[in-house]
T-cell receptor
Framework: DQQVKQNSPSLSVQEGRISILNCDYT??????FLWYKKYPAEGPTFLIS?????DKNEDGRFTVFLNKSAKHLSLHIVPSQPGDSAVYFCAASRGNTPLVFGKGTRLSVIA | ETGVTQTPRHLVMGMTNKKSLKCEQHLGHNAMYWYKQSAKKPLELMFVYNFKEQTENNSVPSRFSPECPNSSHLFLHLHTLQPEDSALYLC??????????????FGQGTRLTVV
């Protein structure tokens, strides 16, 4: 059973617009959530994270929102740029457990 | 450069071969991981080492055998693999297991093809 779900396999957004990537989780014990970005032929790179004690974390063009009651988090990228085109993975962990990842969402930013 | 280096980047092996994947991290981390990425699937955790001790084996077949001689190096020994084992194998490290709020850093992966 998947504990971290990214239900949209792909997303296309026009350059300059907002990209919203969504992630749902089933384990209410998760207390730390992360987004990773992956280009082809490279490993995932850490993008942004949020602790369960917060509902928002912002870093430049990237903002992650956490809704604990809905067990949902989202990554907002604004404005989107062509270089943001990649696969984005949502991940979660609790206490001393390793990260659990979703299947990823492929974002294409069209110029 | 993420501080985690994997070799080789690409590997083609026959089903009767024996090969090893190598991972080295230069970040001073104490936890190291092997993940498998297959098409249209989540990253699957395979093995976890914390301070050189294996803490997790996620029901991985015995044809995959990990080795962690020290906190900086991690190996994945492969033998008698199946074509369905073809995937991207990713190594990662983090400060240590049990410290909430730390991210994992990934290597670039080894693209394995079993023929």
């Amino acid at each position: 059973d998947q504990q971290v779900k990214q239900n949209s396999p792909s997303l296309s957004v026009q350059e300059g617009r907002i990209s919203i990537l969504n992630c749902d989780y089933t384990n209410s014990m998760f207390d730390y959530f992360l987004w990773y970005k992956k280009y082809p032929a490279e490993g995932p790179t850490f993008l942004i994270s949020i602790s369960s004690i917060k509902d928002k974390n912002e870093d430049g063009r990237f903002t992650v929102f956490l809704n604990k009651s809905a067990k949902h988090l989202s990554l907002h990228i604004v404005p989107s740029q062509p270089g943001d085109s990649a696969v984005y993975f949502c991940a979660a962990s609790r206490g001393n457990t390793p990260l659990v990842f979703g299947k990823g969402t492929r974002l294409s930013v069209i110029a | 450069e993420t501080g985690v280096t994997q070799t080789p980047r690409h590997l083609v092996m026959g089903m009767t071969n024996k090969k090893s994947l190598k991972c080295e991290q230069h970040l001073g981390h104490n936890a190291m991981y092997w993940y498998k990425q297959s098409a249209k699937k989540p990253l699957e955790l395979m093995f976890v080492y914390n301070f050189k001790e294996q803490t997790e084996n996620n029901s991985v077949p015995s044809r995959f055998s990990p080795e962690c001689p020290n906190s900086s190096h991690l190996f994945l020994h492969l033998h008698t693999l199946q074509p369905e084992d073809s995937a991207l194998y990713l190594c990662a490290s983090s400060q240590e297991l049990g410290r909430t709020g730390t991210e994992a850093f990934f290597g670039q992966g080894t693209r394995l093809t079993v023929v």
